[in-house]
């Protein structure tokens, strides 16, 4: 496959049946890919999803389906939490990765997060996603906290990433 371009890759805020599904397995494939994660990776997603499902609204959610040929090929969600709203899911298929994709979807998370009236955000990840790090650095995100974890089938060291005082 030729290296896809960013133009070329639609970007949807609508949710559709099966979304939610293939979210769930494409975390549970590239993890177990890339960072030999378990299973219990892939069922921290899907209750997570579910958590998500059962209080979305759309004035205060917000999901960001990537589609190329009509194939899903990346995802992230702002998930309301209050005062503050919590970046989850951000995921991008490797082919995909490097054109500029991440970075799109970060502007598109703080632009929703400001015009929602949020006064921070956070993330979850682990210590071993250092390209991500660097992009929720470079959008004004900082390392709060670090802990031990072992939710994801394996032992990790999870990290904590807060972008305080939007707007």
Known sequence: MKTP????????????????GYITYLHGRLYSEEYQ??????????EGLLEFCRQYDQATNRVWVC????????FMLLMNRGKAAQL????IEPAYRGIGLGKKLMHFFI???KSSGYKSAYLWTTNELPAAASLYKRMGFTLTE????SAFGRPVMEQRYDLPAVG
């Open 5 to 20: 371009l960013l133009k070329d890759i639609h970007i949807r805020t609508e949710l559709q049946p099966g979304d939610f």
């Open 67 to 74: 589609e190329h040929n009509d194939k899903m090929i990346g």
């Open 37 to 46: 994660f378990g299973v219990a990776f892939e069922q921290y997603v899907a």
């Open 111 to 113: 632009e929703f997060l």
């Open 146 to 149: 670090e802990k031990p974890g």
């Open 88 to 91: 989850r899911y951000f995921l």
